[in-house]
Nanobody, 125 residues
Framework: QVQLVESGGGLVQTGGSLRLSCAASGRTFSMYRMGWFRQAPGKEREFVAAINWGAGSTYYADSVKGRFTISRANAKNTVYLQMNSLKPEDTAVYYC??????????????????WGQGTQVTVSS
């Protein structure tokens, strides 16, 4: 199986930046895609961004396009989420995710085979 360990969450002011990291270990040879979801209090978990492990193709939710960038470091089995121009609406627990089945992103969270523990991002006004 794959284990996902996240870091980089914290408290930042509106307009600031954070970079989240997710290091994968275990059977990483089976990974097809990694990405990020987030969940705010009282809201459903929502898709943020994803990257195909091999080709590096990226996908973003409309709410973060132009502000967030997902990237990967293959040699480190690590995926990053660079978050710029942060807004209070971005406040949530951010979860790293990995897929080994190449399921469509349109399946919502159903494509996720492995989850990280989550890291809190808080954006203050």
């Amino acid at each position: 199986q794959v284990q996902l360990v996240e870091s980089g969450g914290g408290l930042v002011q509106t307009g600031g930046s954070l970079r989240l990291s997710c290091a994968a270990s275990g059977r990483t040879f089976s990974m097809y895609r990694m990405g990020w979801f987030r969940q705010a209090p009282g809201k459903e978990r929502e898709f943020v961004a994803a990257i195909n492990w091999g080709a590096g193709s990226t996908y973003y939710a409309d709410s973060v396009k132009g502000r967030f960038t997902i990237s990967r470091a293959n040699a480190k089995n690590t995926v990053y989420l660079q978050m710029n121009s942060l807004k209070p609406e971005d406040t949530a627990v951010y979860y790293c995710a990995a897929d080994s089945r190449a399921m469509p992103l349109s399946s919502g969270s159903a494509w996720v085979d492995y989850w990280g523990q989550g890291t809190q991002v808080t954006v203050s006004s």
